[in-house]
Every structure is written in structure tokens, then in C-alpha cells.
């Protein structure tokens, strides 16, 4: 239970970070979805250098020591952010009185609430299966568990090469467009899970980077959506709604595979909810912005 709570708190702060810097990413230029997707490229890198030296420390000299250096990076990137200059942390745009909204309005916006609403069924859709994937390799295909290791170190690394390249195609192809292959990407993944059995292709297929398609075009259009004073409420918003959606993924995903016997039945039920985000997408994704960059009281 102590190992529980104290890995609770940790993700409660690690991810107070995101929709901060993920907003002060935009200050700096109107190409939201190029600043977003070099925010996540650098983050991707981290957490997957992170993952390799805990996993490295974890076989050489056990638990203890990860929380222990988790603390150490944990400190330093406090004094980092008390000695930065005040200026990194400043937006032009705040010179002027700003609407600045609630939450409670931000999600009585139709295309926050949609937006919202559309992530978090995509990442519950994938959770549900993928928490499993490392099981259904090693357990079920009967593969290795260092082939399962390699597959996960692929999947971030790869994660920061797309999400530097699916920023930009936010900006010049829309960010519809990307949501949507984000979608029709899943469903393709969990067809060929379902009738694909070699051990080889099915790792081939978990490293191919679909999440950034969503998670970018997604922040790139809550940037479209608010103001630079809400903006941070709103990237909270959504990161919110994809927590809660990849929380809930697991627990369903893990009570259909009790009931059932099989992972496959699990498969199924994650092509079957990824099918209905893809209209659903074409339905609530407006792609073009609901205000300008800031707003002005008169």
C-alpha cells in the first residue's frame, strides 16, 4: 500500500507539468502544433531515458535506489524552475486584461467538451488492450521477455521521432486530418493484433508510433480552442480527460479478459470502441480556431 501511494503522489506532480509546459510551448509561435510536438519529442526522449537507467538500476541494485534518484531529479528540476529567469515564464499576450474563463465555461465549450470526450474513449480504447500487450507477447504468442523490453524501449524512442514530425504535419495538413489517422490507425493496429500471430510482426506493429497522431493534433486544437490565458486550463482539461480514459481502460480491459479467458475478447472489444471514435471524430473535430491567440476587454 506505501509502494502504491507513494507512486500516486509521483504521478500526481509529474504530470502537473505537462499542460504548464505544454502551454508556455505556444507562447513563442502561432504553429501550435509544431511547439507542441517539440515539447513531446523532448518529453518522449526523457521518459524513455528514464525508463532504460531504471530498468538498468532496478537489476543492479534494486527498488530503493529509483525513488531515491526519482528524488534527486525531482529536487533539481525545482531548483531549475526557481532559477530560471522570470522572463521564460512570461507571455507578452498578459500585457493586456484578458477574458480569462473558468472551468466550468471551458467545458461548457461544445468543442473542448467533444474534444475532451473524443480523447479520452481513443486512449481507453488502446489502454484497454495495450496495459496487456507485454502478457499477450510473452504469455499467449509465447515470445521473450527481452523482445517484450525492446519493444517498449521502441515505442518511446520512435515516440520522440513522430511526435517532431507530426507537429509540423499539424500545422500544414490540419489537425483533423492527424486526429483522424490517430483513429483509423488503432483500428488498423487491433485488426491486424486480432489475425496476425507471429511474435515478430505483432512486436513490429506495438512500436509503430499512432499515439502521437492523437495526443498532438489533440493539444494543437485545445490551443486553437482557448485563449493564451486559458490555455493552460484548457491542455489540463484534456490531459485530464486522457488520464482518465487510459485509468478506466485497464480496469475494463482487465474484467473482460477475466470473464472471458482471453486477451482476444479484448482485442475485439478495443476494435470495436475505436471504430466508433472514428465518426465520431469526423462529427465533434472542428479544425479551425474558436478564438484568437488572446482577447481584449474593451
Known sequence: MQYVSVVVVMGFFSASFVPVYASLATWASQRYGRAIGGFWAFASLGFGIATITGGLLYELYGTTPLFEL?????????????????????????NVLMDSQGI????????????????????????????????????????????????????????????????????????????????LGYVAYFIAIYFIKNIFVVALLWIIPIYPLIQSSAAALVSDYTSTGDRGKGLGLLEAAISIGGGIGPLVGGLIADVSGTLDSVVIFSLAVALVSVPLSRILIRDRSVVPPFQTRT
Open 104 to 183: 466550468g465555461r471551458l467545458l461548457r465549450n461544445r468543442r473542448i467538451a467533444g474534444l475532451c470526450l473524443l480523447s479520452a474513449l481513443v486512449i481507453f480504447a488502446t489502454s484497454a488492450f495495450n496495459v496487456f500487450f507485454t502478457v499477450y507477447l510473452v504469455d499467449v504468442l509465447r515470445g521473450s521477455k527481452l523482445m517484450a523490453g525492446l519493444a517498449a524501449t521502441g515505442t518511446t524512442s520512435l515516440g520522440a521521432l513522430a511526435y517532431r514530425l507530426v507537429g509540423p504535419l499539424n500545422d500544414n495538413r490540419g489537425r483533423k486530418p492527424v486526429f483522424l489517422a490517430g483513429a
Open 70 to 94: 526519482g528524488a534527486l531529479f525531482g529536487y533539481a528540476g525545482v531548483a531549475a524552475v526557481l532559477f530560471t529567469s522570470k522572463e521564460t515564464f512570461y507571455s507578452p499576450a498578459f
